[in-house]
């Protein structure tokens, strides 16, 4: 059974805080993606990732980085929280195949900036 | 605009019931088109997967079709169950990217 785990379920941080939102995977996935959910706009892609240290935009990565140091873990970086960032961060991984194969999403890290 | 469109929105329906949801899209060239399942505070969950070639295909209650002509694909659920409250999302790929519609809200109510 895939499993992807996310370290947090809800967080509360404020404006201008660094904040951290981790994913781990133990399918030995090559692919990791983070989106970012909001209601009546879908899950919109804010990166992705095909290898370690491997990274590449999606369609909303302004504001926010990424780093994969192993294979197992992808981390989402907030540099500077802002209000407009309150959302549900999604993580999912899946094997090659560019997009097609089937993602695996993790629970979701709900995310409030004050 | 967004390449994939669905609806209703949302929809009520009674315990037992049968109900369908629309994914519309416009993404080409077409790979393939994917429905998830999403309960309230979980990740999505995959349901089926239509190529191309497919037309029809089921998971227990869940029955996708596919028509790549008019670019149109529906999820029916048969014989509703509470269980099945969840929102569903419509994703289509195409050049090697993924397009996800906004979901389906599903309320089953006894």
């Known amino acids: 059974d895939v499993k992807v785990t996310q370290s947090s379920r809800y967080l509360v941080k404020r404006t201008g805080e660094k904040v951290f939102l981790e994913c781990v995977q133990d399918?030995?996935?090559?692919?990791m993606f983070w989106y970012r959910q909001d209601p009546g706009l879908g899950l919109r892609l804010i990166y992705f990732?095909?290898?370690?240290?491997?990274?590449e935009k999606g369609d909303i990565p302004e504001g926010y980085s990424v780093s994969r140091e192993k294979k197992e873990r992808f981390s989402l970086i907030l540099e500077s929280a802002s209000t407009n960032q309150t959302s549900m961060y999604l993580c999912?991984?899946?094997?090659?195949?560019?997009?097609?194969?089937?993602?695996?999403f993790g629970p979701g890290t709900r995310l409030t900036v004050t | 605009k967004n390449q994939v469109e669905q609806s209703p929105q949302s929809l009520i329906i009674l315990e037992g019931k049968n109900c369908t949801l629309q994914c519309n899209y416009t993404v080409s060239p077409f790979s393939n088109l994917r429905w998830y399942k999403q309960d309230t505070g979980r990740g999505p969950v995959s349901l089926t997967i239509?190529?191309?070639?497919?037309n029809t295909k089921s998971n227990g209650r869940y029955t996708a079709t596919l028509d790549a002509d008019t670019k149109q694909s529906s999820l029916h659920i048969t014989a509703s169950q509470l269980s099945d409250s969840a929102s569903y999302i419509c994703?289509?790929?195409?050049?090697?990217?993924?397009?996800f519609g906004k979901g389906n809200q599903v309320v089953v109510i006894p």
């Open positions: 399918m030995d996935h090559e692919n």
């Open positions: 239509m190529t191309f070639s497919e």
């Open positions: 990732s095909y290898d370690v240290k491997m990274k």
């Open positions: 999912a991984s899946s094997y090659p195949d560019r997009g097609g194969r089937e993602q695996y």
């Open positions: 994703v289509v790929r195409g050049n090697n990217r993924l397009a």
